[in-house]
């Protein structure tokens, strides 16, 4: 059984308890040790807030999980899948802490894919995980040979185990000058916020929060922490 690890962000909690929030694996903008872009973030709007959070690391599956058993107050990421399930009542959201964008990619050299019909009789990989954002957008008619990490689906694609496959920008770009894809063709687009049980708790952290974030992206931190995996908003 996988075991969840937790860690403890700032101190002095203004909301009672502190906000306990799942951590899905997301490639340097959320990570186990709190290195990523989207915590270090948070923790800098925390700094100025009497708030404390809790981070549970889990993967994908898990994360959702517990955030649908209330078993977390709130989740890093999933914003789009969760804006499925849940009606507007049910979710507190916070200002965005960046946006991404999926597309399909194939070998350098090799032409790309700009519509779901080239995808037919080809061995399409995805990130474990993705499927939850990208079933609704591929239908029943696509299925995805599910990998592990951007690093090994560049490495199946050009071992020619796959003959494309679908990652998210900005994860991807660390491995851009190996692939191709079309910019003018993405199959979704979304931002990452942290997504909150709507309590009166959680509404005010939220609250409080947000105003925090906006701060840093008005400073220009948001660009600063994300460097090359900033996308513009």
């Given at each position: 059984m996988l075991l969840a690890c937790?860690?403890?962000?700032?101190?002095?909690?203004?909301?009672?308890e502190g906000i306990r929030v799942a951590v899905p694996p997301?490639?340097?903008?959320?990570e186990?040790?709190?290195?990523?872009?989207?915590?270090r973030l948070v923790a800098q709007a925390l700094e100025p807030l009497d708030a404390e959070i809790e981070q549970v690391f889990y993967p994908y599956r898990r994360s959702l999980k517990a955030f649908e058993e209330r078993r977390v107050d709130c989740i890093f990421s999933l914003t789009t899948v969760l804006e499925r399930r849940y009606g507007e009542d049910e979710l507190v959201q916070s200002y965005p802490l960046g946006k991404f964008v999926f597309y399909v990619f194939t070998p350098a050299g090799q032409p790309s894919i700009t519509s779901l019909d080239e995808l037919d009789d080809r061995v399409v990989g995805g990130i474990m995980g993705h499927e939850v954002y990208l079933k609704p957008?591929?239908?029943?008619?696509?299925?995805?040979?599910?990998?592990?990490?951007?690093?090994?689906?560049?490495?199946?694609?050009?071992?020619?185990?796959?003959?494309?496959?679908?990652?998210?920008?900005?994860?991807?770009?660390?491995?851009l000058d190996r692939l191709n894809y079309s910019p003018e063709h993405p199959l979704m687009?979304?931002?990452?916020r942290l997504n909150c049980h709507n309590t009166a708790r959680n509404r005010a952290f939220i609250q409080a929060l947000s105003g925090e974030l906006r701060k840093l992206k008005?400073?220009?931190?948001?660009?600063?922490?994300?460097?090359?995996?900033?996308?513009?908003?």
């Open positions: 937790v860690f403890l962000v700032a101190f002095s909690p203004a909301w009672g997301l490639a340097n903008l959320l186990k040790d709190h290195s990523g872009v989207y915590q957008v591929l239908g029943e008619n696509h299925g995805l040979e599910q990998v592990r990490t951007e690093e090994q689906a560049v490495r199946m694609l050009e071992l020619g185990r796959i003959d494309a496959f679908i990652a998210a920008m900005p994860d991807i770009r660390p491995f687009h979304s931002f990452d008005e400073q220009g931190v948001y660009e600063k922490e994300a460097r090359d995996l900033y996308l513009p908003f």
